[in-house]
């Protein structure tokens, strides 16, 4: 994997599908894969803030209850009030209540499993009220976190990996730290449905994708016919937006009519480069490493034919993100948390909120209400047993992204910023010349697009690791719509993307986005 960026033929090509290969197993947390375009929430016990009322001291949590190391405990051992595990609309809209009740209350916000939920994968939602001229699901998704966290929330961008309910208080633990509270309000989503083609698995992330809008700039499929499969309005947005890369999208619809709004509906038949196959359905991909075209079904006649396309873009609907409390919670036949008066579940004091238990609406409004639904009911639960403990809110101010981040996560290009060897972190093909060519640091290359919700989760946490590796490493963002020659040469087939590089050899390609202590742990295996 040599790179050669002085005539931009970066020349890996090769070494970064090898080395994604190697990885394939383990590195399989792709935009739209795992990342659910869920929500969770994450909270960050470090008490910071306004002095908290004494509560009554809890017995401690025993050794037996703990299945991993967990590297910060509840250092007090006091119980919070409400647990949120999840954010999305439904998520935060809980954690905006409860905040303003003076509960406190404690947020996972999700990582791999999709900060800021299915939103974080869209483009305009124009059917959000108060928004008359539309607003892109990350900056409303943006929006919403930062009013939670202006009125006390404590937000932990982590993954809850064990939730016990079957303990009073209730047992929550991610990778990074254990809480207990008296109440739990679960929002954690639903995750893209996959087709489960023979091949699916040997073209994911090279040319098979559940996130066109995290991957639709890549130069995998760019200017090249792509196809998107599915009927409602998850497939005809995708098809929308992809017609802003390629000349032609084939739009794969199983029935005889497509199910999406009207709105959507039209804006897919009568766009010029949209295609729209009825009665259609994929048998299988094809490829030589990469996609190169699918093998399609007429449902009706039975008919075979091939589709030359580079991309197969999934919007095939959503499956419920229930793992976490399987066998804890009542679930109806399809997976979906079984509610009482709304948002209230067969264990008392846990609560349900969002797409977990709507399979109907599953609309960012309807979550947002139940989001609502269930921090009140939550309140009302912790009074009625004389277990809430009041916090008296001090407003936090609302926090600006600087002009740095606004640059990388706007749809504008992506401006350079001065090079300054002695600065540990850099943007641009110009500043990855200059490292590429005249150190012999450790360089992390993330690749990012402005529309790629994932990497906007993505990039302030390995900002932050970055940090503590700042004199051995250099960190380096690459936004692909600006530099596409880069991406392209560097055989980038989607964002976020992070590639290390040293001394002009790529070591490790890293898809998706992981856990902070597995970058940690991969950076010191590099150094």
């Known amino acids: 994997g040599k790179l050669d960026i002085e005539t931009v033929d970066i020349g890996l090509k090769s070494s970064a599908r090898n080395a994604a290969n190697a990885d394939d197993a383990a590195e399989q947390a792709w935009c739209g894969l795992n990342a659910v375009s869920v929500s969770k929430a994450c909270h960050v016990i470090d008490q910071g803030g306004p002095e908290q009322q004494e509560v009554q001291q809890q017995p401690p949590v025993h050794a037996a209850t703990m299945s991993a190391p967990v590297e910060q405990q509840n250092a007090t051992g006091q119980v919070e009030n409400v647990c949120i595990v999840g954010s999305g609309p439904a998520g935060y809209s809980a954690a905006v209540y409860a905040a303003r009740a003076q509960l ?117 499929f760019k200017n090249k016919p792509v196809a998107v499969v599915g009927g409602g309005d998850s497939a005809a947005e995708e098809a929308v937006y992809l017609t802003k890369y390629t000349p032609e999208v084939h739009l794969l619809v199983r029935g005889d009519k497509l199910r999406a709004s009207k709105t959507m509906q039209e804006r897919a038949l009568t766009s010029p480069k949209i295609k729209v196959h009825f009665n259609t359905s994929v048998e299988d991909a094809v490829g030589n490493g990469v996609l190169t075209g699918l093998n399609l079904v007429n449902n009706k006649t039975g008919e075979k034919g091939h589709l030359g396309v580079a991309g197969l873009f999934y919007g095939i609907g959503h499956q419920p993100n229930n793992k976490l409390i399987q066998g804890q919670v009542e679930l109806d036949e399809k997976g979906y948390v079984k509610v009482r008066h709304g948002v209230s579940t067969n264990i008392e004091g846990v609560f349900a909120a969002g797409d977990l238990h709507d399979p109907e609406w599953r609309q960012a409004v309807t979550a947002a209400g139940s989001g609502c639904m269930a921090a009140l009911s939550a309140e009302r639960y912790l009074t009625a047993n004389n277990l809430a403990v009041e916090f008296k809110p001090k407003e936090q101010p609302v926090h600006q992204e600087d002009e740095g981040q606004k640059a990388s996560s706007s749809t504008a290009s992506v401006e350079e910023l001065p090079f300054d060897p002695s600065q540990n972190k850099h943007r641009g093909q110009f500043a990855l010349r200059k490292l590429y060519h005249e150190t012999d640091r450790l360089i992390a290359v993330l690749y990012t697009s402005p529309t790629c919700g994932p990497c906007r989760s993505l990039k302030p946490i390995f900002s932050g690791v970055a940090d503590e590796f700042k004199d051995k490493m250099y960190y380096v963002e690459i936004d692909i719509e600006a530099d596409p020659e880069i991406a392209e040469a560097a055989g980038v087939a989607g964002t976020p993307t992070l590639q290390f590089f040293k001394q002009k050899d790529m070591l490790r390609q890293v898809p998706g986005v992981k856990q902070k202590r597995e970058y940690r742990d991969m950076i010191n295996q590099l150094l």
């Open 104 to 220: 406190k209350p404690v947020c996972f916000e999700g990582l791999q499993n999709g900060k800021g939920g299915q939103l974080m994968g869209t483009t305009e939602v124009e059917n959000y009220p108060g928004f008359p001229e539309g607003v892109t699901g990350p900056e409303l998704m943006e929006r919403m976190r930062q009013q939670a966290e202006r009125w006390g929330t404590e937000l932990y961008t982590e993954d809850v990996e064990h939730l016990d309910l079957s303990q009073r208080p209730f047992v929550i633990r991610s990778s990074e730290r254990e809480v207990r509270a008296h109440s739990v309000i679960i929002a954690t989503g639903a995750t893209a449905k996959r087709l489960g083609i023979p091949s699916e698995q040997t073209y994911w992330s090279k040319g098979i994708s559940a996130c066109a809008i995290c991957d639709g700039a890549s130069p995998l």
